[in-house]
């Protein structure tokens, strides 16, 4: 039911970066929603990068992306944003935003909603 649009991804060169969003159909971020961030990289499994809960009071991030990725919300825009700075070659991936109840699981949450996905492609 819920609907998920992400945009923003691109090609950068390591170092560089991008902002991507996520926009809801309705009000799905301001009713109790984990927003979520997962990648996948070509010939990997999807995997978390990073999570807000619904009023943005909490964030959890991946390791691999801690001080270089930032997430926010916007729930008056039914936004979720990702702010990815110093990428790396290894940040390339297609990246999906995510939703779900938010019962203070974090990464563990029931993302049972899902974006199409973005391209991020980052060069050396």
């Known amino acids: 039911q819920v609907q998920l649009v992400e945009s923003g991804g691109g090609l950068v060169q390591a170092g560089g970066s991008l902002r991507l969003s996520c926009a809801a159909s309705?009000?799905?971020?301001?009713?109790?929603?984990?927003g979520g961030w997962f990648r996948q990289a070509p010939g990997k499994e999807r995997e978390f990068v990073v999570a807000?809960?619904?009023?943005?009071?909490?964030?959890y991030y991946a390791d691999s992306v801690k001080g270089r990725f930032t997430i926010s919300r916007d729930n008056a825009k039914n936004t979720v944003y990702l702010q990815m700075n110093n990428l790396k070659p290894e940040d390339t991936a297609v990246y999906y935003c995510?939703?779900?109840?938010?019962?203070?699981?974090?990464?563990?949450?029931?993302?049972?909603?899902w974006g199409q996905g973005t391209q991020v492609t980052v060069s050396s």
């Open positions: 995510a939703a779900g109840r938010d019962y203070g699981f974090g990464s563990r949450t029931n993302f049972d909603s």
């Open positions: 807000i809960s619904w009023n943005g009071d909490h964030t």
């Open positions: 309705g009000r799905t971020f301001s009713r109790y929603l984990m």
